[in-house]
C-alpha cells in the first residue's frame, strides 16, 4: 500500500505561482514513477507530468510545458509541481499518483497506468 496527501493548493492571481507537494508513505519511493493529474469542473481527470524513479526523465502534458515543473526528492519521499505563470484555465482539483508496477526509469502519462492516488488539492486560479 501507498499513502499519498498532497498539499500547497490555494488561490493564485493569474500570472501567479504555485508549489504542489505529495507526500508518499508505505511503500519505498525511490522504486516506483510519480504523476501528478487534474481534474477542472465538469472534465475529465487529465495528465499533467510524471517523473521516473531516479527523477531523471520527466514528461509534460502540452498544456504546461514551460510553465509547470516537476521534481522528487526521494530522500523525503515527496514529489513537486512548481508550476508558474497560472492561468484561469489550470483551475483544477489536482492529484498526484503512484505507478509501483512500472518496469524501467521511465514514467507513465496515461490515468489507468497509476496504482495509488491522493485526495487532491484545490487550485483555483483568478482572473
Known amino acids: 500500500q501507498v499513502q499519498l496527501v498532497e498539499s500547497g493548493g490555494g488561490l493564485v492571481q493569474a500570472g501567479g505561482s504555485l508549489r504542489l507537494s505529495c507526500a508518499a508513505s508505505?511503500?519505498?519511493?525511490?522504486?516506483?514513477?510519480m504523476g501528478w493529474f487534474r481534474q477542472g469542473p465538469g472534465k475529465e481527470r487529465e495528465f499533467v507530468a510524471s517523473?521516473?524513479?531516479?527523477?531523471?526523465?520527466?514528461y509534460y502534458d502540452d498544456s504546461g510545458k514551460g510553465r509547470f515543473t516537476i521534481s522528487r526528492d526521494n530522500a523525503k519521499n515527496t514529489v513537486y509541481l512548481q508550476m508558474n505563470s497560472l492561468k484561469p484555465e489550470d483551475t483544477a482539483v489536482y492529484y498526484c499518483?503512484?505507478?509501483?508496477?512500472?518496469?524501467?526509469?521511465?514514467?507513465?502519462?496515461?490515468?489507468?497506468?497509476?496504482?495509488?492516488w491522493g485526495q487532491g488539492t484545490q487550485v483555483t486560479v483568478s482572473s
Open positions: 499518483a503512484a505507478d509501483v508496477d512500472i518496469n524501467g526509469d521511465f514514467a507513465a502519462t496515461q490515468t489507468h497506468s497509476y496504482d495509488y
Open positions: 508505505g511503500r519505498t519511493f525511490s522504486r516506483y514513477c
Open positions: 517523473i521516473s524513479w531516479s527523477g531523471r526523465k520527466t
